[in-house]
């Protein structure tokens, strides 16, 4: 009885998983680059290391709701056209 709730429209919130995907490795690339080109402001190596750690744990928690979702989806639409074979025709 460990039901998810139904998304209305799960291509979109796929889509949306796969945009946060991109932001945060995003916002990955520019801390380890900061670090990288040094300076005054730069962010120290742990800094980076306690970042990465948690920016890459958050892309994984993502890529594993979006996995549940896909696979959700994809039971939901292999069970509507199972419903659709057993039902028989009215003419």
Known sequence: MNQ???????SAMLFLHGIVILVVLYMLWQVVSAYLQGGEGAPSLAVVIIGSLLLLGGCVFVGI???RLY???KEAATEELQAQEKQPEDR
Not at 4 to 10: D, E, G, I, T, Y
Request: without cysteine; hydrophobic residues 30%.
């Open 4 to 10: 998810n709730p139904k998304v209305k429209n799960p």
């Open 71 to 73: 696979k959700q989806s």
């Open 65 to 67: 709701m979006a996995l």
